[in-house]
């Protein structure tokens, strides 16, 4: 594929004077021309000044910007962990629960530091985080109490997700993390968010309960290689704009949650079902 000037600046969403200046001052044009002389972008020219645009956006001045997105990509190996074997998983569950039980926050928060730490945040989400908050979910639905389990439960597991770097590194976000509107649940999406950062990816998230408005003007925005959007019943998942979104920017759309299951979705949304193939949907359309 190639692209006209127009083309390109109307995907980066940048003026055509600006991609004309670019190409004056610092070289950041197109690498083919036509039979007639005129310009034509390649992908890769393409992605470069999506760099470019993300540089600036941050500050950075454009003579920086253009010699930062020219740079080879130097990322941060990912911290080697150890497995979590299936005796560990169970053995952590079982002392994860008790604490929850006795509402030992110091106990949670020591027991799911240690996992994300020493197993990785995929092993900890997939065998022990998940299936305690869903065997407390099931608590409170037998019982009718527990709430407060659930609460504080979450909350530990959230202090430890948020234990893992953020990557420092400038380029492309590499994801938009949102739930749908009023949607509240968005622990999953900081099991992602964690994930993507222990790969030393660029992450954003918008939090709970993101108006399809905002949720619009952050895409156009932040103009992220993929955009996320989590919803745990099919009413919430209902009110996310798709086809918007997929007008106005050019991200990658991807869904997640249970609310998704069985609803009809465009051809151009992506519905990853685990968090292992959210992150390979991520790490396939960024510049890691």
């Known amino acids: ?18 991609l004309r200046t670019w190409d004056q001052r610092y070289g950041l044009g197109p690498s083919l021309r036509s039979e007639g002389g005129h310009r034509r972008y390649e992908d890769s020219d393409v992605e470069l000044l999506r760099r470019m645009v993300a540089l600036t956006a941050q500050g ?10 020219r740079r080879p990509r130097a990322h941060r190996l990912p911290r080697p962990v150890s497995p979590l074997t299936d005796d560990m998983a169970r053995d952590a569950r079982r002392g994860f629960l008790a604490s929850a039980k006795r509402l030992d926050e110091p106990m949670m928060l020591d027991l799911a530091g240690k996992l ?16 305690c908050l869903g065997d407390i979910g099931e608590m409170i639905a037998r019982i009718g109490s527990g709430v407060e389990v659930e609460h504080v ?11 893992v770097p953020r990557s420092s590194r400038m380029g492309v976000l590499a994801a938009l993390l949102s739930t749908a509107p009023e949607e509240q649940h968005v622990l999953p999406l900081e099991a992602l968010g964690a994930s993507l950062s222990e790969q030393d990816c660029l992450w954003r998230s918008l939090g709970a309960r993101v108006p399809s408005r905002a949720l619009c003007d952050a895409v156009v925005l932040l103009r992220p290689a993929v955009t996320l959007v989590w919803a745990h019943r099919a009413d919430l998942a209902a009110g996310v704009p798709l086809e918007e979104l997929n ?15 069985g609803l009809s979705l465009p051809d151009f949304v992506r519905r990853p079902a685990t968090l292992t193939a959210a992150i390979e949907l991520v790490l396939a359309h960024s510049d890691v």
């Open 1 to 18: 594929m190639t692209y006209t000037p127009r083309a390109v600046a109307a995907m980066l969403g940048i003026a055509p004077t600006t």
């Open 116 to 131: 994300v730490t020493e197993h990785g945040v995929v092993a900890a989400w997939n065998s022990v985080f998940l299936p």
């Open 153 to 163: 439960a979450s909350a530990a597991v959230l202090q430890a997700l948020r234990t």
């Open 247 to 261: 007008a106005r920017s050019d991200t990658l759309l991807a869904v997640a949650g249970p609310g998704w299951a």
């Open 60 to 69: 950075v001045a454009p003579a920086a910007a253009a010699e930062l997105a």
